[in-house]
C-alpha cells in the first residue's frame, strides 16, 4: 500500500508534491516500513514489478485529481538501483503517463546519493531519457557518504533533498547550519531546488526558511498517511496558504 507525505513550499505557503511512501500489509506482522522488506524485494528481482506498480498507482492518483483543487500538485515515487539497472524502466513511465494522459512533470523521481553515482554512465543515459520525457529528477540522502559533486554538473537534477541527518539539530548545531545553507546555496547557483527532511518543529521550518531553503517535509505537516486520511489533511490544508505558512 501507499502512504503519502506532502511538502510545503517555504515560499507561498502551498503544497507542491506529495511524497508515495510504499508499505507493506503483512498478514502476521501487521504494516512493515520499506527497510523490512524492500531489500529482500531487490534481493529476489521482485523490486522491478513493485516499482512498476508504484508508478502506475501515481499515475492513477495524478489523473484522479485533474479537475480538482489538486491537480497541479506532483506526486514524488522512489526508485532503487535494481530499478534504475532495468533497461524498459523509461519506457513503462512513458506507458504508464500515457495510459492515464498525465504530464510528465506532475511525476517525481527520487534516487538516493548512493545510487545516483553508481555505474555512472548507465545511470546518466537513464535519467537523461527521463529528463527528456519531462519526468522530475530529485536526489534524496543529500549530503552523506560522498565527496564528489560532479555529478550535480553532469546529471538533470531537479531538486536535492538535504538528508534528516543534517536538519534534525540545525537549529543548535553550528556545523549543521554551515553545511544546510552551504548546500541550499549551491543547488541554488545549480538551478536546483532543495527540500529539507525531517522538519518537527517551526523553529526549524523558519531557520530554514531564512537560508532560502524552497521546501519542506516532516512531521510538522504530518506523518505518512494513508490515501484516504492524506486527501482529507489536503482539503483542510491544501487551500488556505496564508494561514499555513509552517503548516
Known amino acids: 500500500v501507499l502512504f503519502y507525505q506532502p511538502q510545503l513550499n517555504l515560499n507561498t505557503g502551498e503544497i507542491q508534491s506529495v511524497e508515495a511512501l510504499i508499505r507493506w500489509r503483512h498478514p502476521r506482522r501487521g504494516l512493515l516500513p520499506p527497510v523490512e522488506f524492500?531489500?529482500?524485494?531487490?534481493?529476489?528481482?521482485?523490486?522491478?514489478?513493485?516499482?512498476?506498480?508504484?508508478?502506475?498507482?501515481?499515475?492513477?492518483?495524478?489523473?484522479?485529481w485533474k479537475g480538482t483543487p489538486h491537480e497541479g500538485l506532483r506526486i514524488a515515487v522512489n526508485l532503487s538501483g535494481r530499478e534504475l539497472d532495468?533497461?524498459?524502466?523509461?519506457?513503462?513511465?512513458?506507458?504508464?503517463?500515457a495510459a492515464e494522459n498525465v504530464p510528465a512533470n506532475r511525476l517525481e523521481?527520487?534516487?538516493?546519493?548512493?545510487?545516483?553515482?553508481?555505474?555512472?554512465?548507465?545511470?546518466?543515459n537513464q535519467l537523461s531519457r527521463l529528463h527528456q520525457l519531462g519526468v522530475h529528477l530529485a536526489i534524496d540522502d543529500f549530503g552523506v557518504g560522498y565527496s564528489s559533486l560532479g555529478y550535480l554538473?553532469?546529471?538533470?537534477?531537479?531538486l536535492l533533498k538535504i538528508d534528516r541527518?543534517?536538519?534534525?539539530?540545525?537549529?543548535?548545531?553550528?556545523?549543521?547550519?554551515?553545511?544546510?545553507?552551504?548546500?541550499?546555496?549551491?543547488?541554488?547557483?545549480?538551478?536546483?531546488?532543495?527540500?529539507?527532511?525531517?522538519?518537527?518543529?517551526?523553529?526549524?521550518?523558519?531557520?530554514?526558511?531564512d537560508m532560502g531553503c524552497d521546501m519542506i517535509q516532516g512531521y510538522l505537516l504530518t506523518p505518512p498517511l494513508p490515501f484516504d486520511?492524506?486527501?482529507?489533511?489536503?482539503?483542510?490544508?491544501?487551500?488556505?496558504?496564508?494561514?499555513?505558512?509552517?503548516g
Open 86 to 97: 532495468d533497461e524498459d524502466m523509461v519506457d513503462h513511465i512513458r506507458e504508464a503517463l
Open 109 to 124: 523521481v527520487e534516487l538516493t546519493e548512493e545510487i545516483f553515482i553508481q555505474n555512472i554512465e548507465h545511470n546518466l
Open 38 to 64: 524492500i531489500p529482500l524485494a531487490e534481493e529476489s528481482g521482485r523490486i522491478t514489478d513493485i516499482g512498476r506498480w508504484v508508478v502506475m498507482a501515481a499515475c492513477r492518483q495524478l489523473a484522479a
Open 165 to 209: 541527518s543534517f536538519i534534525t539539530e540545525v537549529t543548535e548545531r553550528h556545523d549543521d547550519a554551515v553545511i544546510t545553507r552551504a548546500v541550499i546555496n549551491l543547488a541554488h547557483n545549480l538551478g536546483i531546488e532543495v527540500v529539507a527532511e525531517g522538519v518537527e518543529d517551526e523553529v526549524t521550518a523558519n531557520l530554514l526558511r
Open 229 to 246: 486520511e492524506m486527501m482529507d489533511w489536503l482539503d483542510k490544508n491544501h487551500q488556505q496558504p496564508d494561514q499555513r505558512k509552517l
Open 153 to 158: 554538473r553532469d546529471f538533470p537534477v531537479d
